[in-house]
């Protein structure tokens, strides 16, 4: 499944803060996105901002078991998850990730932490019909960039920050015009700290094709309405 | 020859990309809190993807101003002594007015501080070396400078003291009276010697206490070591012919991959220096690159910085005292780091006596007396040029000059 260009995806931790507030959560979400990012609750999510990191913590189940509960696919569905929790599963998580519906499985610290795995990465998703995905930074070397264009992935994911929800005074724009011309015309998608439609609008007026929303939804999850009426507004920055 | 109109980011051209920067799990989060202390600019320095970050104009009329390009030298009395027709170049950043290579990125920092309305920077030094680098660049520039120096160099290292003075710096021995954690300090060891671990979380604080402060930091982070590449930058320009070794010493890191990066870059690009050998030489007080372990750990031995990846000894190793008071810390920059485990840049550590010596033969053959820091890479050099084939190339940067450290050369033999 392609993701939608322009659109704007929605990030949920499985099962927080249980297993079915979630399952509203992504429901309703799958009505107003056009993608989902689904984290696999880990104890070590060390990507991310406080904020997310705290649902990692306090999600009902950990782990495959968590993201099991579901069955995606309404609309593309990318699990994320941290590969040093995998780096010996990574067919499981793979098959787990098929059978559930979702298109790919992003795995932020891939490149950063292991990048011995990258083939191996790349042969799991394939093996079970799935497209591989890759999280990068702003500073990611050139070099690596292109070789990741030409597994032709479902798309390349900018992390605008260092870390999830934590604004730092970048200039994300000139960032995402650069990457832009590394990764071709393959779909990028940027997040990390995107709340308003003034954002949306900046981050797709500089070149990203998607992006996804995490942090600023955390507190709106209990509550369907509130939810789907952010996402909404979000949207409103789309071209 | 003109001072260079880039900065060289090497992170654009890694085998790996550098792992991001993390919090620790417990308490706040502190890559929220550098947002409050450092200036905006160098933040996103930090995570640039340019390759080449242009130089501000009035940077580079100061970088003029203050003395660059600065000297790029063949080291003929050297060679002579050491008799086997290698040929020793230096690059001399103690050719700049506060005696060392610090002032390439102090007079950034300084500038971006004032980008964004500071009316003080606040640091923290060990010898002194930064301290005095900052204190000059705020004089310069026209900002206050607030300098924590530990208490045992601030009373033995008086002529660093007064010269920061002089530039118009107002000097505190750390642990101070000035903020919470220095009382504590004092409290519970009323002759505190001070630690460099301390005086960044005294800095830090202070920052953090006042309007109008920002907290600048002297090697190890990413824009630090972006700053200092103007010194490679110049060598690509100045070198008459390709090195076969590149020397340089290490504390943080930043001098010796402000001077190396270019050249390295260049490999990694395949676009020269080929057969070159990268030699990071650091002191056997705090030997991460050859003893360390490569983890996330924090830069500031109070861990109020995020931590990063990096060659560490762990931020809490106190290194035994030594003339080479800048070389006493126990990490190195994530990228150096990154290019010693990946074989990209060699790493030895030397012992106190030994360096000194080769310093003493530098200072009799070359008429410069270097600073023991620099020393380490001096050492190298000349045990390079030793074992090396006549018609070699050696390469070093000479980091400063020695004039104020007295107390190193006190018992010259
Ligand atoms: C003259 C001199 N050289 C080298 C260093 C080491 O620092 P770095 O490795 O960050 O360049 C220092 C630090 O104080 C210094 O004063």
Redesign the pocket.
């Known amino acids: 499944m392609e993701i939608r260009k322009p659109g704007i995806g929605a990030y949920v931790t499985a099962t927080y803060p249980n297993k079915n507030d979630f399952l509203n959560a992504i429901r309703c979400l799958s009505e107003v996105s056009d993608f989902l990012e689904v984290g696999i609750p880990t104890n070590n999510p060390k990507y991310d901002g406080p904020v997310i990191r705290k649902t990692h913590f306090a999600s009902e189940l950990k782990g495959l078991d968590a993201v099991n509960v579901a069955k995606y696919g309404k609309v593309p569905t990318i699990l994320m998850g941290y590969v040093e929790d995998y780096v010996n599963n990574l067919e499981l998580v793979a098959k787990v990730a098929s059978e559930a519906g979702a298109s790919s499985v992003l795995f932020p610290d891939l490149l950063f932490e292991h990048l011995d795995k990258l083939e191996e990465y790349v042969m799991a998703m394939r093996n079970h019909s799935l497209r591989p995905t890759f999280f990068i930074s702003s500073n990611t070397p050139h070099r690596l960039v292109n070789v990741l264009v030409r597994y032709e992935p479902l798309f390349i994911y900018l992390g605008l920050y260092a870390a999830t929800g934590i604004k730092l005074p970048l200039y994300i724009e000139r960032n995402i015009k650069e990457v832009r011309k590394l990764v071709d015309n393959i779909t990028l998608i940027a997040g990390f700290a995107i709340n308003t439609p003034e954002m949306v609008k900046l981050v797709i007026g500089a070149g990203a094709d998607a992006v996804v929303v995490g942090t600023a939804l955390v507190d709106k999850l209990a509550n369907p309405m509130a939810c789907a009426e952010f996402m909404l507004s979000l949207r409103g920055g789309l071209p | 020859m003109n001072v260079p109109h880039y900065w060289y980011n090497i992170n654009v051209d890694l085998l790996r990309p550098l792992p991001p920067p993390i919090d620790p799990y417990e308490a706040d989060s502190r890559i929220a809190l550098l947002m409050r202390i450092l200036p905006s600019e160098l933040l996103d320095q930090e995570f640039t993807p340019l390759r080449y970050v242009p130089i501000p104009e009035e940077i580079r009329e100061l970088y003029e101003r203050m003395g660059r390009p600065t000297p790029f030298k063949r080291a003929y009395g050297l060679e002579r002594v050491l008799g086997n027709g290698v040929r020793i170049y230096y690059k001399f ?2 050719a700049l007015p506060a ?4 002032l390439n990125t102090a007079i950034p920092q300084v500038y971006y501080a004032i980008k964004d309305n500071a009316k003080e920077v606040v640091t923290e030094t ?2 002194g ?2 301290g005095l680098a900052v204190s000059l660049a705020a004089a310069l520039l026209g900002v206050k400078a607030t300098v924590f120096m530990t208490r045992n160099s601030y009373l033995n290292k008086t002529q660093r003291v007064l010269f920061m003075r002089t530039y118009g710096a107002d000097v505190y021995p750390s642990p101070s009276e000035l903020t919470k954690y220095g009382r504590e300090a004092i409290k519970a060891r009323p002759d505190h010697p001070g630690s460099l671990g301390l005086a960044i979380t005294e800095a830090i604080d202070f920052t953090l206490m006042g309007e109008g402060r920002k907290y600048i930091p ?3 982070l990413g824009f ?1 070591v972006l700053h ?1 590449t103007v010194i490679g930058q110049e060598v690509l320009q100045q070198m008459p012919e390709e090195p076969d070794l590149v020397i ?11 001077f190396s990066f270019p050249m390295i870059g260049a490999r990694l690009r395949n676009e020269g220096f080929e057969k070159t050998r990268f030699l990071a030489v650091e002191s056997k007080a705090a030997p991460k690159l050859t003893s360390g372990r490569y983890t996330y750990d924090f830069p500031d031995t109070g861990g109020l910085l995020p931590m990063v990846k990096m060659l560490t000894l762990g931020h809490d190793y106190v290194p035994p005292p030594t003339h ?4 006493r ?1 126990h990490g ?2 994530p990228s150096l780091s990154m290019l010693v485990k990946e074989g990209v840049v060699e790493a030895r550590a030397y012992g106190q006596e030994e360096v000194m010596e080769a310093a003493r033969l530098f200072a009799r053959t070359e008429g410069i007396i270097p ?1 023991p ?2 020393a380490h890479a001096i050492k190298a050099a000349i045990d390079e040029a030793r074992r090396m084939p006549k018609g070699s190339v050696i390469f070093f940067n000479l ?2 000059h020695g004039l104020l450290d007295v107390d190193a050369y006190g018992n010259t033999r």
């Open positions: 950043e103690g005696g060392s290579h610090k060990g010898a070396q930064w002297g090697s190890v630090v200092q340089g010493c290490v504390g943080g890191g930043s001098n010796f991959s402000g080479a008071a800048g070389l810390y190195a920059a600073a820091e620099s980091s400063g």
